[in-house]
């Protein structure tokens, strides 16, 4: 039987399969630090401790390594504010449904609810980041929560944490551990009364379109093969890009804030708007009066976003197998080929118009560098992009192939996600290119992970969009008809920051430069960091632009006149004026 309860925990930590802890080490996590070091790393079938330099970053690293390897990956921290600054990577995780595991180290037991140094309840405060929170109170109980914990991340699919007072971890074992039980996932088939209703509602729809999202993650061929079947249009959320969109003859982009293509149009022409593996949030952009099925695992999820009225419970997969047998295949293509058409001719005159004629323009176009970056990254790359501006060049311009894969802050929207996801990812895939897609905002937010990416020297590529502003935000305030304030920062000296922590470096201001130091950056034999000076006034259009938008842009514009800013103006319009839709 192991020693002490925290060699307990780290034991069922190995059973399960992890190889490596991200945290700070410190006072009441000792006990549980010390039972890693006596595992002697992965190398010797044990795990390995990654000192990161905030905890943020821990649980980012490990929601990462649990997204892109499907495997419990975890994170430490300290009682007090160790374990509090774990909880927006935590939401970020949960919400992303990785399986993580937090251990939340804790104040003495016997010193709880008396206002001890350092006290907070994890036990309470983690409750709505996660699906498993429970506190440790004694030697005999701690086994057994550990492998509740365990399971419960590892097979629903979420954050599992566990609270434990530093004294209870460095107590004997006095119970034997009980083997982590992992099950085999399983698909769940839906009812056969529902496929029938799905099917009769397809085959009497003239038109019918498709939109899926990362529930479909394993029903690629599945979903084309139903596209076809129907003349489909099949539009995408961005968590489900990676795997819808690549070999699929049927895509027409995606809708949303970060959207492209034809998509937004064409779902809301159908008669029949079929939803796939998808909570997409934002029902602004979902049609209300178009008559809507949805298929999902998750039956809470149905109906939440827009009015459905033919829900199906069950695997996207399992539900289109079941479902094609029973739909006529539709050999009027006019629909399909409407949207196909409005689709190509988007990507080319609008989505397009910023990466053709513009490798001699400066500032930089930030849509060109990314589109240079999608040519230049291997066919098998993780990408991980900051919220903001990043998620949308990455979102338009990167191209998915069924081997690449792409994370964000899809859901929770935290800056300065993409660099401490790159650490996670590449730890957990050491042979493999992993790219972060940074702003300066985000980067900066978390900048101390430079450190932690040059001294472990993780083989990171990091790609700066840098053009001292708070994009996104400064588009809010824009169509807000507020003039933007507060968004700009001074520039920074990134590439100085990144040398100094011992990762090759280099910066970027002229676009004929750009490919060079990408391929340049790429080919580094360990980290490599690439700051590339953008044009801060450059912005995303939506798919489709509102006449409030439009008003709310002109007022923000003529504010600025009004101000002073005549220059700031002419400046922005200049600067977007090429991806205005145009027929």
Request: proline share 6%; net charge negative; aromatic share 6%.
């Amino acid at each position: 039987m192991a020693r002490t309860v925290a060699d307990q925990l780290v034991k069922s930590l190995v059973d399960a399969g992890v190889r490596r802890i991200y945290g700070i080490v410190g006072d009441s996590l000792n006990p549980v630090v010390d039972a890693v070091r006596r595992t002697g790393g992965a190398a010797q079938g044990g795990i390995d401790w990654v000192h990161v330099r905030h905890e943020e970053a821990a649980a980012f690293a490990a929601s990462a390594e649990a997204q892109t390897t499907g495997r419990l990956a975890v994170c430490a921290g300290s009682c007090g504010p160790g374990n509090l600054h774990l909880i927006n990577g935590l939401y970020d995780a949960h919400r992303s449904g990785a399986p993580v595991l937090a251990i939340a180290s804790h104040i003495p037991s016997t010193e709880i609810g008396r206002g001890y140094f350092q006290e907070t309840h994890p036990d309470r405060l983690f409750v709505e980041c996660s699906l498993y929170c429970e506190l440790v109170s004694t030697t005999d109980q701690a086994p057994h929560l550990f492998r509740a914990a365990i399971q419960a991340a590892s097979a629903d699919d979420g954050v599992a944490v566990v609270t434990l007072p530093g004294d209870i971890a460095s107590q004997p074992a006095t119970a034997p551990l009980p083997p982590v039980a992992l099950p085999a996932p399983s698909t769940l088939v839906p009812d056969d009364d529902a496929v029938r209703m799905l099917a009769d509602a397809a085959n009497a729809a003239e038109k019918v379109a498709i939109f899926a999202g990362y529930g479909a993650r394993d029903a690629h061929d599945d979903v084309v093969a139903l596209a076809d079947a129907l003349g489909a249009p099949v539009g995408h959320s961005l968590r489900g890009k990676d795997f819808i969109q690549y070999d699929n003859p049927f895509d027409v982009g995606m809708t949303g804030l970060l959207g492209y293509g034809a998509a937004h149009a064409g779902i809301h022409d159908a008669d029949l708007l079929v939803l796939l593996g998808t909570d997409f949030p934002y029902s602004q952009f979902l049609p209300d009066d178009v008559a809507t099925a949805q298929v999902d695992t998750c039956a809470s999820v149905i109906g939440r976003r827009t009015p459905v009225q033919f829900p199906v419970h069950g695997d996207v997969g399992a539900t289109v197998r079941a479902l094609l047998p029973r739909i006529r295949r539709k050999t009027d293509r006019g629909y399909l080929e409407r949207w196909r058409k409005r689709h190509d001719a988007i990507m080319t005159k609008s989505v397009g118009a910023y990466t053709q004629d513009v490798e001699h323009l400066v500032p930089i176009h930030p849509e060109y560098v990314a589109s240079i970056l999608d040519e230049v990254a291997a066919d098998d790359a993780v990408f991980s992009a900051d919220t903001g501006m990043c998620n949308v060049w990455a979102a338009r311009y990167l191209t998915p192939n069924g081997r690449r894969r792409f994370l964000a802050s899809s859901l929770h929207g935290s800056m300065a996600n993409a660099l401490p996801h790159c650490i996670g990812a590449q730890l957990a895939h050491p042979g493999r290119q992993v790219v972060s897609i940074s702003g300066d905002g985000g980067l900066s937010m978390l900048l101390s992970e430079l450190i932690t990416v040059g001294s472990y020297r993780i083989p990171v590529k990091i790609v700066v969009f840098d053009n001292s502003t708070l994009g996104m935000v400064k588009a809010e305030m824009l169509v807000d008809g507020l003039p933007d304030f507060g968004v700009d920062v001074p520039q920074v000296d990134y590439r100085g920051i990144a040398a100094a922590a011992g990762i090759d470096a280099q910066r970027v201001d002229e676009p004929e430069q750009v490919r060079g130091a990408l391929e340049r950056a790429m080919a580094v034999d360990g980290p490599a960091l690439v700051q590339v000076i953008t044009d801060p006034r450059a912005l995303s259009m939506p798919p489709t632009v509102t006449g409030a938008q439009i008003k709310g842009f002109a007022l923000a514009m003529s504010k600025v006149v009004v101000g002073g800013g005549m220059g700031e103006a002419v400046s922005l319009a200049k600067s977007n004026l090429r991806n205005i839709p145009r027929p």
